[in-house]
């Protein structure tokens, strides 16, 4: 037998008035028992036998089945008829479409950037992909505001700088050669190479491998800099989390406490935008 239902509304008019704080408001005990297994289907991504798919949920097989049959009504759940597993069905992929496309990048990550900001007492730059190169989109400052030249709006360069980097590290190289000739003949005129050079090649990589870039006193002297990539559900950048402190404050060490901070925030957003496998080192 499903549980029964509970419902409930929000907030009285008196909580808003006064703005206490409101009750936890109650929802339908049924549904919320009901997603158990859809979370088991989601987080082990493959068919599954009913008494894993009970296991998992932690519950009894015979009172996950009920659900099962429901959301197989309902376009959620199909199951295989030759093993008789289940799996998330079309409509389930419908829902994560619609989800996916509602998302919006810098909403998702500016929550974050503003908490990041807060807890480390740092500047926190999100930057995105424009026609330009990288482009500046949204700055969180400390109390006590570090002065460096960026503001909203700001172009930074592909490799003079380490929000630049994390970029051409993670994006398709004929788009990131395209970008550095035109840097290049903005700035100081004809052809450049140096896209090819070992010592850049070098440090694309060990972005990579470390999953973040680092900067002591540069692009500015003095100035120390973080940046960790956020991607979305195809595995493509969506923008950059930097982080900028200055040197003999922020300890710019990629696994160190900002380190690590700046990595999790960052990966947070990768998650709210449906990115598959984790950045945490």
């Known amino acids: 037998m499903l549980e029964s239902d509970e419902t409930g509304g929000g907030p009285s008019p008196g909580e808003e008035?006064?703005?206490?704080?409101?009750?936890?408001?109650?929802?339908?005990?049924?549904?919320?028992?009901?997603?158990?297994?859809?979370?088991?289907?989601?987080?082990?991504?493959?068919?599954?036998?009913?008494?894993d798919i009970g296991r998992l949920a932690h519950m009894a097989p015979a009172k996950a089945h009920?659900?099962?049959v429901s959301f197989m009504q309902g376009g959620l759940v199909k199951r295989n008829p030759l093993t008789g597993h289940y799996e998330l069905g079309p409509g389930a992929l419908q829902l994560g479409l619609a989800a996916l496309q509602q998302l919006d990048p810098l909403t998702e990550a500016s929550q974050e950037a503003a908490q990041l900001a807060a807890a480390s007492d740092l500047s926190i730059a999100l930057a995105v992909w424009g026609q330009l190169g990288p482009t500046v989109v949204r700055l969180d400052e400390p109390r006590y505001p570090l002065h460096v030249n960026l503001r909203v709006g700001t172009v930074m360069s592909l490799f003079n700088t380490i929000t630049g980097r994390v970029f051409a590290a993670y994006l398709p190289e004929k788009m990131v050669r395209s970008m550095l000739e035109d840097e290049h003949r903005r700035?100081?005129?004809?052809a450049s190479a140096s896209f090819d050079a070992p010592e850049v090649q070098a440090l694309l990589t060990e972005i990579r491998v470390t999953g973040m870039g680092r900067g002591l006193s540069?692009?500015?002297?003095?100035?120390?800099t973080l940046c960790a990539p956020v991607f979305d559900a195809a595995g493509q950048i969506a923008l950059v989390m930097t982080m900028i402190g200055?040197?003999?404050?922020?300890?710019?060490?990629?696994?160190?406490?900002?380190?690590?901070?700046?990595?999790?925030?960052?990966a947070n957003v990768s998650?709210?935008?449906?990115?598959?496998r984790s950045l945490a080192r």
């Open 271 to 276: 998650r709210r935008l449906g990115h598959g």
């Open 17 to 51: 008035a006064t703005g206490a704080t409101p009750r936890r408001q109650r929802g339908i005990q049924s549904i919320e028992v009901g997603m158990r297994v859809l979370q088991a289907l989601t987080e082990q991504r493959r068919p599954l036998p009913l008494k």
């Open 218 to 224: 540069m692009p500015q002297p003095g100035v120390n």
């Open 187 to 190: 700035v100081v005129g004809g």
């Open 246 to 266: 200055p040197h003999g404050v922020f300890d710019a060490d990629i696994d160190g406490a900002a380190g690590r901070m700046l990595r999790e925030h960052a």
């Open 66 to 68: 009920p659900y099962l």
